[in-house]
Structures are given as structure tokens and as C-alpha cells.
């Protein structure tokens, strides 16, 4: 009884929360760029609700909900319920209305290719969970669709706006620890010892694989971010509760610029817990714990005070405004005057290195750990 008066309470407030997002009387983005006309495309993912709630409390009075699509009808009634709109059954009402300025896709991994090359077709601007899809194939028929029509995409790497990691690129960009000699990235928690998650998440068919391809992706996209290309991929996976895929893996990758990087990942750990190791020629920096609640080390000759031992950093050093990639998506759908199709870090071409990465992974665990060569072609 406590637990569905609890579920009850938590509806009631995101309702309030997003009910100043939702006013058919206020004109749209498109008539006075005040607000996104926005659709929800999906509630499959894990991150739907914590996005929706991310727009009420971050992005609040700059979007207007009009409908939700979603294969799964009591899914989807439940959403439009909560947003207070219309519930599509059938996809192409979404596209075809054009009161919709954009789609918010959190559907399953397998319908993300066919959800976003239409929603691009029908001049709609996309945000999409991770990864964008399970194969570079996929991927590059979004990339074709998105370009073709001149529409914004943001993918959800949503590791990347966090502000200690701003902070370790800042220091990498700037060459506050010389040239780059490893990054070792980790993150894990034990949800796949629960049941918060649907078992299609451990489906191949539908999610494209398990921890590597969901959790991974932030440590993939990390690793990119900070190191650029990678040149080999080396992996190894296991799979702690007997399910189709891996709830646990760990790759390594060689780059361009001759670093070397890791990142580990499983969903088994009793704690939600992060790090990030950057390591130059001439400091390191050490990122350890989730978000808010990080310590950062720094170590670097280029910087006074900064030379001996590792010192622990201020956190207003690296304090964020706490927005995630579906808040900047807003922002970039509103600001016309950005005729740019992507924003650096969440555009296509990252999102395809991340995929490829992964797609080099599965096929280095299934021999052994043995290196795979890693080559862009797009």
C-alpha cells in the first residue's frame, strides 16, 4: 500500500512540474521562438521520466507537449496521461502534425534507425536516447536523413555537460597535463540484480547487446571526447546473472595520438559509483564519485600550486548548471539563429564512433579480446 501511495504521490508532482510546460494558448516555437512544440516518441527507456522532469524543472516554460506515440498503447496512455496530451497509436499522426516542432525518442534501441530517418523526412528535429543505433549501418541512414533535411539532432551522451568532466577537458584542451598518455573511465551500478528495468533491456534483438551498448556508452563517448580517434578496440565481457547479454564489460582502446584508454562497465556492482583517470606527461587528473557528490584530484606542472601531489580541487572550480543533453536540445531547437545541424559531442559523427566502438567490442570479446582495427567510413 505504501508503495502505490508513494507511485501515486511521485505521478501527482511531475504533473504539477510540467503542467507550466504544457498551455495550448501560448503560440509555439515555430510562430515566436518561446517554445518547442515537443512530442514524446517512445517511453521504453530507463532515462524517460528523469528527462521529462529535467525539462519541467530546467528548461521550464520553453516547451509545449503535444502528443505521445508508443507501440506499447498502456505505456503510452500512461505518458500522455502525465503530460496531459492526446495519446497516438499510430506514428504517422505525430509526423503529420505540424503543430509537432520536434520528437523526444526514448524508444526501444531497435526502432530508433526507422523512428528517426521519418521523423527527419517529416522535417521534425530529433533528440534521441543512446546509443542512436545499434549498428554503424543504421546509423548512417539517420545521418543521410538528418542532413538531407536540414534538421537539428542531439544524441543523449549525457556524461558529457556534467562539469567535472567540462573540467577535464578544459584541462586536456588547454595542455595543463602535456600530451596524453591513458584515460581510464569507469561506471557501474546493480540494476541488472533488479527488476527496475523491462527484460527487453536484456534482449539482443531489441536493445542491440547489454552493458557495453547501454552503460558503456558513457565511457565510450568519454573516451572520444577526451582522447579523439581510436585506431584498435580490445574488449572483454561477462555475464554475472545468466541472462542473453553482458552485464559486465571492459575495453580498451588505442588512439591517434598514441593514448591509451579504458573503460569499464557493468550493472551488478552494490554501488552506483563513477571515476575518470586522465593521465600526461605532465599532471593527472582524478575524478571520483557520482555527480554532486565527486571529489576531483589535480596534479600538473603547468599550473601554480598545483606542481607536487595530487590536490584536491575546489568544487566551484568545476561546478555545472546541472542541464543534460534533452536542456540543450531545447535551447538549440530555440535558437533559429544557429543554423548549425548538430552540437559537438551529441552530433552524428560521435554518436557513429561510439557505435562502431561497440560493434569492434562485441566482435573483439568473441575472440578472445583479440584487437580489432577500428576505421571510420563516414
Known sequence: MKRILCVFISTVLLTVLIAGTINPDVPSAAQNNTKVRLALVGAWHVHTKMFIEKIAKQSAGKVEWVAVWDHDAERGKKYAEMLGVPYEADYQNILDNENIDAVMIEAETNLHKDLIVRAANANKHVFTDKVVTPTVKDGLSVKKAIEENGVKLVVSHESLPIGSYQYAK?????????????????????????????????????????????????????????????????????????????????????????????????????????????????????????????????????????????????????????????????????????????????????????????????????????????????
Not at 591513458?182 to 540484480?193: D, V, W
Not at 582522447?227 to 559486465?248: H, I, L, Y
Not at 603547468?302 to 561546478?319: F, K, Q, R, W
Open 170 to 378: 578544459k584541462l586536456v584542451d588547454e595542455g595543463s597535463l602535456g600530451d596524453i598518455v591513458a584515460i581510464n573511465f569507469r561506471r557501474a551500478h546493480g540494476m541488472a540484480k533488479t527488476n527496475n528495468l523491462p527484460e527487453t533491456w536484456y534482449d539482443k534483438d531489441v536493445a542491440g547487446g547489454g552493458a557495453l551498448i547501454d552503460l558503456g556508452v558513457h565511457g565510450m563517448s568519454m573516451l572520444t571526447y577526451l582522447a579523439g580517434t581510436p585506431t584498435k578496440v580490445s574488449s572483454f565481457m561477462e555475464n554475472w546473472t545468466d541472462r542473453e547479454v553482458e552485464d559486465s564489460a571492459t575495453i580498451m582502446l588505442e588512439f591517434e595520438n598514441n593514448a591509451i584508454g579504458t573503460a569499464h562497465t557493468n550493472m551488478v556492482t552494490s554501488i552506483m559509483e563513477n571515476s575518470l583517470e586522465v593521465i600526461g606527461t605532465d599532471g593527472i587528473l582524478v575524478v571520483l564519485g557520482v555527480e554532486g557528490k565527486e571529489s576531483v584530484y589535480l596534479n600538473s606542472k603547468h599550473i601554480s600550486g598545483m606542481e607536487t601531489g595530487m590536490n584536491l580541487i575546489d568544487p566551484t572550480v568545476y561546478a555545472s548548471d546541472g542541464l543534460v543533453p534533452i536542456n540543450l536540445f531545447i535551447d538549440f531547437v530555440l535558437d533559429e539563429s544557429n543554423k548549425d545541424q548538430y552540437l559537438p559531442g551529441f552530433d552524428i559523427d560521435t554518436a557513429l564512433t561510439v557505435v562502431g566502438i561497440a560493434e569492434a567490442a562485441y566482435k573483439s570479446a568473441k575472440t578472445g579480446g583479440s584487437a580489432v582495427k577500428f576505421k571510420k567510413s563516414w
